[in-house]
């Protein structure tokens, strides 16, 4: 059984850069792939970034692939960030951290079915 619980939201204007938490307690925490996934009501949610158990191998949704979110971990502190820079009001959302429990040959996966765990959600808002 493994706990998430997300922190570092917040609302902003555009153009701030804010910082992601997911901090993980229980399982073994190098064996999951992370990622974080954001919604707005009435949407589906939406994979935004993943990062490898290997903690080399990510993978970004096309709506950041301008470089402005980076995906970190530390597993140490059995953490998991997202740095996101230069934010737009599109951005505004609940963002939700998951751990997806895989082997090595396992790619980053993107559906949100495909996730065992989450954490509750922090709530993003920029505005214009």
């Known amino acids: 059984q493994v706990q998430l619980v997300e922190s570092g939201g917040g609302s902003v204007q555009a153009g701030v850069s804010l910082r992601l938490s997911c901090a993980a307690s229980?399982?073994?925490?190098?064996?999951?792939?992370m990622a974080w996934f954001r919604q707005v009501p009435g949407k589906e949610r939406e994979f935004v970034v993943g990062?490898?158990?290997?903690?080399?191998?990510?993978?970004y949704a096309d709506s950041v692939k301008d470089g402005r979110f980076t995906i970190s971990r530390d597993n140490g502190k059995r953490t998991v960030y997202l740095q996101m820079n230069s934010l737009k009001p599109e951005d505004t959302a609940v963002y939700y951290c998951?751990?997806?429990?895989?082997?090595?040959?396992?790619?980053?996966?993107?559906?949100?079915?495909?996730?065992?765990?989450w954490g509750q959600g922090t709530q993003v808002t920029v505005s214009s």
């Open positions: 998951a751990a997806d429990n895989v082997i090595l040959t396992t790619p980053i996966r993107t559906t949100p079915a495909e996730y065992e765990y």
């Open positions: 229980g399982g073994t925490f190098s064996r999951y792939t």
């Open positions: 990062i490898h158990r290997n903690g080399r191998t990510t993978s």
